[in-house]
């Protein structure tokens, strides 16, 4: 951009110290740029003009041409005045009233003149009425250039109360447009502007601010948002890159013996053709010379563990070693006793490692780790540890992304001194909107296919009054040899009374489901580890019927004779949280239920959850639900919200421009991935600006 943009804002005529003090703190204006990306939030269609016979009861805001025929000064309660004029055009009238500046309306005012008027209309005994209205001589108002959508800006109660109304704040900006509007160059290539028809830069803000007509405001939202989406997609995907181009990794370019016999002799089910193409991704990945990051996405029960296990097979067979990091310990010890049952036939060295192995258990595995005998550690944040030193690291997969941040990511690519592959995967559905702009420097992997033969969970929505049908309901499937899990919100901040529902319900359970004909187990964050394996165990084995649990149950656990899940006070949860919870049934082959409690009182967006629940069990759908309901900021948390602070775009309302932007941000960094050609200069220097100004991921380097 140009240097006078980057002035101080308060040199702006009409903007001084003190008003530039309130834009700085209010609205974080502190530059002429600044001011200029002040998008307005909506427009009022000022080309309509009404008749005062046309006014209906309600607060909005209308255009009128008229004449003040009679204008008074009326006292009301003690020494309050009022100035109150009667408004007149050809089919009717109706009156204005002014409670402040009466004395210097009262004397300049002109009677019998024709006048536009702007302002809310209010409506009191059958006569209409505005107070304050913007007045502009019919005259001038026609002389004058003025945009047919007139701008409203976003503001703050302490802004208006400090004087600077909206409409002082289109007297900044057309003033900026005087001091400034030639400098605004066309920051896309030519072509491009072209081949999509773009409005041109300096159109597209003259429009944003003071659009011509709705079509033109139209297509300078459209140019802008392009613009600000192309700029985050080139700035993602060139990064991937540079990565591919300049972190080697090693070349796994042997397909050996372990993944051969695997694949050909002890695998326990024919793979899904999703499942297929994955491993494929994967492989293709390791075998180039670049260093993989990976992200796959498979709903719950969608067999990820076994494209994990194969997938460190191939670095097994190529002479490293492999690690699979998960969030929890009962996930981790899944994990090693699942991935030791799949490999047993192989001969290879398991272990895992976490924060309850024993010392004398730890040693032997950091020195077998080191010297390169032990082929596949599996644990928790435990595998982090300094202490823990591979011989070679070929590859290290991380389950549930969403637990662990960038660092922790950084830290295992550090475990080795050419970073190892990464494979990141999750169950929790990312929109493709959204996963395209946050992980846009990750390639991606899909499981969109759950294994065959699964009977799609039946989900049902009851109130806590019709408790007793329920527990029949589980009474039945009990005598039918089916398992149940009831589970209990957990809310950080009111952990202590979410730990006394839990309790209560627990008793009242064991009260209902008395031994010796029924056993209750139960499982929460305050138990001591090795209690709560005790618990998990009695319950996989069959041993109790129920399951009484908090939500640390929620990821990954398998217990496939467990069919019915029961969520109380289901309105406290999100829904990816709900869709997780639900996902730890439906994994034998019996029918499998959802019943989700709640109260009698329910919000809109509550019902909405719930009814999303009862209506699929597509986990991306549901992901798209929850974006829409809670915004991209909430779903990744906060940490990464920064990336989302778009401008003008929006990532739910404006996925085609999204995805045209990366379209095009793809064939343009293929044909000239350093944006050197001549073509591209301008673009350049505008991509480099942005990259100082915000590091849109803060990826590992
Ligand atoms: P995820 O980790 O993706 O939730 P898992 O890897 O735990 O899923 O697999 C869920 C269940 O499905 C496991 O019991 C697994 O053995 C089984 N499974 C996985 N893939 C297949 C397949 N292709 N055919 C049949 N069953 C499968
Ligand atoms: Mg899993």
Request: hydrophobic share 40%; proline share 4%; aromatic share 8%.
């Amino acid at each position: 951009m140009n240097n006078l943009l980057e002035t101080p804002i308060e040199y702006l005529k009409g903007v001084g110290p003190q008003r530039g003090e309130l834009l700085r703190k209010e609205l974080q204006i502190f530059k002429y740029s600044d001011l200029l990306n002040l998008y307005p939030n909506r427009y009022i269609d000022r080309t309509r003009y009404y008749k005062i016979n046309q006014l209906v009861d309600s607060a909005s805001e209308v255009q009128i041409i008229g004449k003040i025929i009679h204008i008074k000064t009326v006292e009301f309660g003690k020494g309050k005045k009022r100035l109150s004029a009667t408004f007149v055009d050809e089919t009717g009238q109706m009156e204005l009233v002014w409670f402040q500046g009466i004395k210097w309306i009262r004397e300049n005012v002109k009677i019998n003149v024709p006048y536009v008027l702007f302002g809310k209309i209010n409506s009191f005994n059958g006569t209409f009425s505005m107070a304050h209205p913007e007045m502009e001589l019919l005259e001038e108002h026609k002389a004058s250039l003025r945009s047919a959508m007139q701008p409203i800006y976003p503001s703050t109660e302490k802004l208006n109360s400090k004087g600077i109304s909206n409409k002082v704040v289109i007297k900044m900006m057309q003033q900026l447009f005087v001091e400034t509007h030639v400098l605004f160059a066309e920051t896309l290539p030519t072509y491009l502007v072209e081949e999509l028809q773009l409005l041109p830069k300096h159109l597209a803000m003259f429009n944003i601010h003071f659009p011509k007509s709705q079509e033109l405001l139209s297509k300078a939202q459209f140019r802008l948002k392009f613009e600000e989406l192309f700029f985050i997609q080139l700035q993602l995907i060139s990064k991937n890159l540079i990565r591919k181009h300049k972190i080697k990794g090693h070349p796994f370019d042997k397909v050996g013996d372990y993944f051969s016999t695997m694949y050909t002799h002890y695998l326990p089910f024919e793979l899904t053709n999703a499942q297929k193409k994955v491993i494929k991704e994967i492989r293709n990945d390791l075998g180039s010379n670049a260093q993989m990051n990976r992200l796959l996405q498979g709903d719950v029960g969608s067999g990820k563990t076994i494209v994990a296990l194969m997938s460190m097979l191939i670095a097994l067979d190529n002479g490293f070693q492999a690690c699979l990091m998960a969030p929890t310990e009962i996930l981790a010890a899944q994990h090693f006793n699942g991935i030791l049952e799949l490999a047993k036939p192989l001969n290879i060295n398991i272990k895992l490692l976490t924060g309850s192995t024993k010392s004398s258990e730890r040693k032997i595995i950091h020195q077998e780790l080191e010297e390169g005998r032990l082929h596949i550690i599996i644990g928790t944040h435990a595998l982090l540890e300094d202490k823990v030193k591979f011989h070679n690291l070929g590859l290290a997969i991380i389950d549930e992304q969403h637990r662990f941040g960038v660092e922790q990511r950084s830290k295992l690519w550090h475990k080795n001194t050419i970073p190892p592959h990464i494979l990141v995967m999750t169950a929790t559905p990312i929109p493709r909107t959204l996963a395209m702009s946050l992980y846009g420097d990750l390639d991606i992997s899909v499981i969109d296919e759950l294994p065959p033969g699964r009977k799609p969970i039946l989900t049902v929505h009851r109130y806590d009054s019709n408790r007793l049908k329920v527990w029949k309901f589980i009474r039945d499937e009990i005598e039918k040899g089916r398992q149940i899990y009831i589970v209990y919100p957990l809310i950080q901040e009111s952990e202590k009374m979410d730990y006394k529902d839990l309790m209560d319900g627990y008793e009242s359970i064991s009260r209902d489901f008395p031994l010796p004909k029924y056993a209750v187990s139960i499982v929460h964050g305050q138990m001591k580890p090795s209690d709560k394996d005790e618990e998990m165990r009695r319950f996989s084995e069959g041993k109790t019927n129920i399951m009484v649990a908090t939500t640390v149950i929620e990821v990954g656990v398998n217990v496939p004779n467990a069919s019915v899940m029961i969520i109380e006070s289901a309105e406290r949860f999100g829904l990816s949280q709900l869709h997780q919870l639900r996902g730890r049934v439906g994994r034998g082959a019996e029918q499998s239920y959802c019943i989700l409690m709640t109260g009698n009182k329910l919000s809109n967006e509550s019902k909405t959850r719930l009814e999303t629940m009862c209506k699929t069990n597509d986990g991306f759908e549901i992901a798209e639900v929850d974006l829409k309901l809670r915004g991209p900021g909430d779903i990744m948390g906060t940490q990464q919200s920064g990336v989302l602070n778009l401008q003008i775009a929006d990532l739910i309302k404006d996925k085609d421009i999204l995805q045209l932007a990366r379209y095009h941000a793809i064939q343009l960094l293929k044909k000239d991935p350093g944006m050197e050609k001549p073509e591209h200069q301008k673009l350049r220097e505008v991509f480099i600006a942005l990259g100082k100004k915000k590091n849109i991921w803060n990826y590992i380097s």
